[in-house]
Structures are given as structure tokens and as C-alpha cells.
């Protein structure tokens, strides 16, 4: 028995979901998201979507779950948006942006500029005293995980001083150093 899977997904106002020859279209005040699907049916009625399995077999079990996690994601992008804050630690490490290109000072002798996809928006946020922050928002959850995920490789956090690009609110495991 799937525990995520059997759970119904509610559909907020101004959310509407369209469900065409193994295709999911999800449409909101944000924009508009497809996803394709197979192993499961998907049925929209009075304000909720159900996502039912045909049988107990292995692939439909494991589709189960998936599909309906995916389709929740998308209803609360298209209604409240996703957001992932990435904190830059370090001396001189800076980010600045001019409409969608990321322009990170991390170290290296040359800046790192990075495209980024017209659906994401960002943000940088540089306070005298703190660390600067990158915040890229979209309504779209595997795309903010995977370009936050690409800034992130640049210069990972390191184990001795925590320096690098790290989530906020992320936890290192510290190494303790010669000294110890």
C-alpha cells in the first residue's frame, strides 16, 4: 500500500488541471507545467486529484508514489512558487546579477557568469557584515533544485572552515583540523 500515493491532492483557486493521452497540464496564476506519465491513472473530480494504480505489480507500485509527489509539486508551483537561498561563505566571495545572468566572484582568478533559463528569477542580497545570498525562485521545483545544484558545484563547502556555496540553513560536517 502506497501511503503518499493514495492521498489526494486538493487543487487550490485559480489551479486547474487537464489530463490528455498520458500528458498533465497544470495551469495557475504563476504558469503553466507539463508532465508526462505512464503505469498510473490520473482523475480530476470536485476539487481533488486522485492518482490510481491498474495494478499491485512492482513498476505500478513504485509509479504510485512518484506521480503523485511530481503532481503535487507542480499545483503548489503554479500557485505559490519555489524558492532555494544559496549563501556564498568566504573572504571576496561576491554575486551580482544584470537580468538573468549570475555573475560569481568565488576565488578563482576569473568571475564565473552563468546563463540562467528565463523561467527562474533572481535575487542577490549583499549586506555589510553577512554573507551574500543568491535567491532563485520559479514555479518550477526540479528546475530551481537543479540550477541551485549547478551554482552550488562551482565551489562546494568545504570540511575545515565551511567556506564555499552552501544551501541556507544547510548543515557541514566539520573536520577538526592539524591542531586537534
Known sequence: MSRIGNNPIAIPDGVTIEVKDKVITV???LGELTQDFSGVD???????????????????????????????????????????????VGVGY???????????????????????????????ISEKGKNPIVKLTSHDKQLVGHIAAKIRSFRKPEPYKGKGVKFVGEQLRRKAGKSA
Open 94 to 124: 561576491r554575486a551580482s546579477n544584470q537580468g538573468q545572468k549570475l555573475d560569481l566572484a568565488l576565488g578563482f582568478s576569473h568571475n564565473i557568469v552563468f546563463d540562467l533559463a528565463p523561467e527562474v528569477k533572481v535575487e542577490t
Open 42 to 88: 490520473v482523475k480530476v473530480e470536485d476539487g481533488q486529484a486522485w492518482v490510481t494504480r491498474p495494478s499491485d505489480s512492482k513498476e505500478h507500485k513504485a509509479k504510485h508514489g512518484l506521480y503523485r509527489s511530481l503532481i503535487l509539486n507542480m499545483v503548489e508551483g503554479v500557485s505559490k512558487g519555489w524558492t532555494k537561498e544559496l549563501e556564498l
Open 27 to 29: 495551469k495557475g496564476k
